[in-house]
């Protein structure tokens, strides 16, 4: 299995609401990392999740909460978001020894109104 | 600040001809730099990378580039077939204490004409 899941795949919130975006692999990757990116931009760099623990917060607002259950498991708790923070929110994981070597999910388009 | 970017944010090119995809960067402490793919719908996927102490790496129909000299990095795909069609992003990894994140560049749309 060289995949990485991503529920759901869409997602409408308000900004009072509270919900969460999970993701999933199942390749024993030991490094999870969460990206944001704006339509037409590039990908950017949210959290790095390395052996269950966090190793990188890219000094990401504190409406963005990151959770790693277990090594397969990738959760972004999301609350009082604002409408700039609408973006396609994608995970990616990797191996120990090969960082630079990322499989992404298909992301989860989060619209927020 | 955003420390890769792109020479070009579009490429047309004919069907079976060859395409070279440019980067500029500017973190020289980067030990990798990688190039992605990343079509209509779907999340990046890793292509090739090359370390920072290498000049060229080869892979099935695409070469990188490495000149560290003017940090430049360059990504060619050999007789490009319409699968190739997609926005080609390089990136540079961010060293962390236990994994590395990546900088990506602005990326350039890759259109393969018939």
């Known amino acids: 299995d060289t995949e990485v899941t991503q529920t759901p795949k869409h997602l409408v919130m308000g900004m009072t609401n509270k919900k969460s975006l999970k993701c999933e692999q199942h390749?024993?990757?030991?490094?999870m990392y969460w990206y944001k990116q704006k339509a037409k931009k590039p990908p950017e760099l949210m959290f790095v999740?390395?052996?269950?623990?966090?190793?990188i917060n890219e000094s990401v607002p504190s409406r963005f909460s990151p959770e790693c259950p277990n090594s397969s498991l990738l959760n972004l708790h999301l609350h009082a978001l604002q409408p700039e923070d609408s973006a396609l929110y994608l995970c990616?994981?990797?191996?120990?020894?090969?960082?630079?070597?990322?499989?992404f999910g298909p992301g989860t388009r989060l619209t927020v109104t | 600040g955003e420390s890769v970017g792109l020479h070009l944010p579009t490429l047309s090119v004919q069907e079976g001809d060859n395409s070279i995809i440019n980067c500029a960067y500017s973190?020289?402490?980067?030990?990798?730099f990688i190039w992605y793919k990343q079509e209509s719908g779907k999340g990046p996927q890793f292509i090739i990378d090359?370390?920072?102490?290498?000049d060229k790496r080869q892979g099935q129909r695409v070469t990188v580039l490495l000149n560290k000299t003017v940090k430049h990095l360059s990504l060619q795909i050999a007789a490009t077939q319409p699968g190739d069609s997609a926005v080609y992003f390089c990136?540079?990894?961010?060293?962390?204490?236990?994994?590395?994140?990546?900088?990506f560049g602005k990326g350039t749309h890759l259109i393969i004409q018939p």
């Open positions: 990616a994981s990797s191996q120990g020894t090969t960082y630079y070597e990322q499989y």
């Open positions: 390749m024993g990757h030991r490094a």
């Open positions: 999740y390395s052996y269950e623990k966090l190793s």
């Open positions: 973190n020289s402490a980067s030990d990798y």
């Open positions: 090359i370390r920072s102490n290498m």
């Open positions: 990136a540079e990894n961010i060293p962390g204490g236990g994994a590395d994140g990546l900088t």
